[in-house]
């Protein structure tokens, strides 16, 4: 029933050829009828001018319609058009007018898209070059003075090479970051996902982390975990994910403490880690999770990091099907918490 009434809308569209043609096939029989040709001979010509009426109205208007679509298209092509409103087919190709404004608004779309990630690209690269070139001309500094004469000075050279080898560590980090992220958007970092017991493995990160935290006078405390509780996820790359939230609230925090934190959900679990350090503003909060953003740009150098740290907890949490929450006051501290399944 549907489909009789697709073609009969369809039909109707060509209605005015139809009566057209019917109008003058009846002109024409009767001119015929009145010079008494015989009606055999009549009915052959009769039906020839009716077909031949026919289908050259219908070429004609699909002749002016498929015209109107080569113009739509090739102004779409060359940009003419600014919205897709400015779209506009006869009542005949209304149906069709949908489409390609929808097709239209896709393929600004993907203009649009395209843009963004070449100025991404562009940006990332640049920033990809900055972050090289410090520690790399760092070294070749340090270096070109030893080879000056300062390897011989016992209380130089020891300290040169230390600052070198700080900047190699450094650049080795920066390069393992990007060789991760550029694994996790290309889509060949494999996850292994398995229940774990999250008391072991959050207690395992923060002994290991404890050290850092002891070294600015910070108390590192891990809050109590229900000893049976398990999440799912890949550990490794968890683990990845909570030692930079660790390192981070270290690196920003001052005074007081770092806490980790899980709540036990009837489906999930959360964990937090807490700091009392610098907090984000409003816009830093948004924008955190971008590769190479600093917080505070001096502060960010000083204490060192690759600033690809929180773009890599993000894709690794969102590879995990859940995301990263931020809570933060500048001045009081920070708060990065995602939920596992249980």
Do not use: C, W
């Not at 020839?48 to 498929?66: A, P, S």
């Not at 807490?274 to 000083?302: I, M, W």
């Amino acid at each position: 029933m549907n489909k009789l009434r697709e073609h009969l809308s369809y039909a109707r569209v060509y209605s005015r050829i139809l009566i057209t043609s019917g109008l003058f096939f009846v002109v024409v029989a009767s001119i015929l009828f009145v010079f008494s040709i015989p009606s055999f001979a009549l009915l052959i010509i009769l039906t020839t001018l009716f077909i031949v009426t026919i289908l050259y109205y219908v070429g004609e208007k699909r002749l002016q319609e498929i015209n109107q679509l080569k113009t739509i298209i090739n102004s779409i092509r060359n940009n003419r058009y600014k919205s897709a409103d400015e779209i506009k087919l006869s009542k005949r190709l209304i149906e069709l007018e949908g489409d390609i404004k929808l097709m239209f608004m896709r393929t600004q779309n993907d203009i649009s898209n395209l843009k963004k990630l070449e100025q991404v690209r562009t940006e990332f690269l640049g920033n990809v070059s900055h972050e090289l070139r410090t520690p790399i001309f760092a070294i070749q500094g340090y270096l070109e003075t030893l080879l000056n004469g300062a390897i011989d000075d016992d209380e130089v050279n020891r300290n040169f090479l230390s600052k070198a080898n700080l900047h190699t560590i450094r650049l080795n980090n920066l390069l393992n970051d990007l060789i991760d992220i550029s694994m996790i958007e290309s889509g060949q970092m494999r996850m292994s996902f398995r229940y774990f017991n999250v008391k072991d493995f959050l207690e395992n990160i923060a002994n290991e982390m404890r050290s850092l935290a002891e070294n600015k006078n910070l108390e590192l405390e891990v809050h109590p975990i229900r000893s049976k509780l398990e999440l799912f996820g890949d550990k490794d790359r968890l683990r990845q994910v909570i030692s930079n939230l660790l390192s981070n609230a270290v690196k920003y925090t001052d005074e007081g403490k770092v806490e980790i934190i899980v709540e036990e959900k009837s489906k999930s679990g959360k964990i937090s880690v807490k700091d009392s350090g610098l907090g984000l503003g409003e816009e830093d909060k948004e924008r955190v999770f971008e590769r190479f953003y600093r917080v505070d740009k001096n502060r960010s150098k000083a204490v060192g990091g690759t600033g690809l740290g929180l773009a890599i907890v993000k894709h690794i949490i969102e590879a995990h099907n859940s995301h990263v929450e931020v809570t933060s006051t500048p001045g009081v501290g920070s708060e990065f918490s995602f939920f596992l399944k249980k």
